[in-house]
């Protein structure tokens, strides 16, 4: 077979490689970096650049890196690969499996259906119901995807139904606010994304055990306020199409409902399996329970009862993306263990410590620094880990909490400049059948969503003082 790769995949694959190398064959730069530091930073730099490219999956990329890191002494296989013997992996693990169960089901089409059947079926009503079923939704399920895939053809059908042609302003309007209420909204709860737990186990053990559901829920209330207020009324003042007062076709959702019939018993069990993880999550100050086993016991109970099969396990959790999430465990660990957390303090405090030590100056350079590294940083999990590489030795130094470094940064993370730039957006795209809107008809809203985010994370950081976070 023929080898079609141009020139240009060879030399990212090289080049990464090259620096990674200088990188790792430098003396140590100073205190307290050792040889193995020097490896450490080689291999950590490659990794980046590979992720920056984009040539081979974020898993294949990072768990190289590690072994090679193992194999060149920088570290043992037990510290390179801890997270997975850890509960932050398994909570992912219990996430990712909970989602797609109730995804499975179909719980989560009747419970957006059934909120969605409650408002008038204008542009303006339609657009509420959105935002309600978003809000209801989102603290029961983990997977913005999936949420996602459910509202996004909706959302389609909806448009289609009022008569929107494609990249119209209502056809836009609803898009946009599917994609906050789908992709975005869910990152306020812990157990609302997937991400939240990736944060969570980036965090350095001391902070971990706070991060509770309400402990999460307490540095996000404010944020998920303004960012409803100001994405929902620039939604209306943006796109709001002539004979918005004109209604869709009549019962709509209740169509969609009829069409499922009655709740089957595995949707019942769904139910009552989420309704036990989602209390477990929120009462674990009071039970003692570690989240990860309430989570693990809800998936387990899911199996037992034949919701969930064995090809389930296989198929319907993201395994790429858990050994992902868990080499970013390890590899933010390494930064301070390694010595690169004080080093890089030390080095950048000249320059960003009057950044670093004041939240109202540090949080907006986070969110502004990471929409422009995300024009080159494909995956966002490594455009947060970058982040926390550059600002979490030195914050922390300052008393600043990891959540300022990571909330923000994450948040700053989920624009979409370009097509493939956000996952969860092009997934929601492809859910709506590509007759609702195009990419460029959703790029406005990506500057309005940066803007948002900015404005909400800022206006945060009077709670964040308030609650001993900076």
């Known amino acids: 077979m023929a080898n079609n790769k141009p020139i240009s995949w060879y030399v990212k694959v090289i080049l990464p490689v090259v620096v990674g190398f200088i990188i790792a064959l430098l003396p140590p730069l100073g205190e307290p970096l050792t040889v193995e530091s020097m490896r450490f930073g080689g291999i950590f730099i490659c990794i980046i650049m590979m992720m920056i490219f984009n040539i081979f999956p974020d898993f294949v990329i990072s768990t190289s890196g590690l072994v090679l890191m193992v194999a ?45 059947k409650l408002f008038p079926e ?20 983990p997977s ?41 909204v869910g ?14 186990g980036m965090m350095p053990e001391e902070f971990r055990p706070d991060m509770t559901f309400f402990g999460w829920l307490k540095g996000t209330w404010v944020w998920l306020i303004i960012t409803l207020v100001l994405t929902f009324f620039s939604i209306l003042a943006l796109y709001t199409p002539k004979g918005a007062d004109e209604a869709a076709e009549s019962g709509l959702a209740q169509k969609e409902l009829e069409k499922m019939g009655p709740a089957s018993t595995h949707e019942k069990i769904a139910f009552i399996c989420l309704l036990f993880a989602l209390v477990g999550w929120m009462t674990t100050k009071l039970t ?44 933010a660990a390494l930064i301070s263990k390694m010595g690169w957390a ?4 030390e080095v950048l405090r000249p320059i960003l410590g009057p950044v670093a030590s004041n939240a109202w100056l540090l949080v907006p350079v986070i969110c502004i620094v990471t ?7 494909m995956s966002q999990t490594a455009g947060v880990t970058i982040i926390w590489a550059i600002f979490g030795g030195l914050a922390l130094e300052y008393g600043i909490h990891p959540f300022v470094i990571l909330f923000p940064g994450y948040l700053a993370t989920l624009v979409w400049h370009y097509p493939g730039n956000n996952t969860t957006t ?41 609650i001993g976070y900076c």
């Not at 996004?152 to 606010?177: C, H, I, M, N, T």
């Not at 306020?188 to 944060?199: I, M, Y």
């Open 371 to 377: 929409y422009i590294m995300r024009i080159v940083v």
């Open 144 to 184: 913005l995807t999936a949420k996602g895939t459910v509202l996004g053809p909706f959302a389609a059908q909806v448009a289609e139904s009022l008569g929107y042609e494609k990249d119209s302003k209502g056809a836009r309007g609803l898009f946009a606010a599917v994609t906050i209420m789908a992709t975005i």
């Open 72 to 116: 060149l002494k920088v570290t043992d296989f037990g510290t390179a690969f801890s997270p997975f013997a850890g509960t932050a992996v398994w909570l992912v693990v219990a996430a990712f499996g909970i989602g797609a169960a109730v995804a499975k089901t179909g719980l989560l089409k009747r419970i957006s259906y059934l909120v969605l």
């Open 426 to 466: 092009t997934t929601l795209l492809a859910s709506t059948g590509g007759n609702m809107v195009t990419f460029n008809g959703t790029f406005q809203y990506n500057i309005v969503y940066m803007i948002v985010t900015l404005i909400a994370c800022t206006a945060s950081v009077p709670l964040w003082k308030m």
């Open 122 to 141: 204008t542009f303006k009503g339609q657009i509420l119901a959105f935002y309600t079923a978003g809000l209801v939704v989102s603290p029961l399920i």
């Open 187 to 200: 990152m306020a709860f812990l157990s609302g994304a997937v991400p939240v737990a990736t944060l969570i």
């Open 342 to 345: 004080t080093y890089l303090a």
């Open 288 to 331: 003692g329970m570690n989240t990860t086993v309430v989570g693990l016991i809800a998936l387990m109970i899911l199996f037992l009862t034949g919701v969930m099969k064995a090809p389930d396990f296989k198929n319907l959790i993201a395994w790429p993306a858990v050994t992902f999430i868990g080499n970013v465990y390890a590899l």
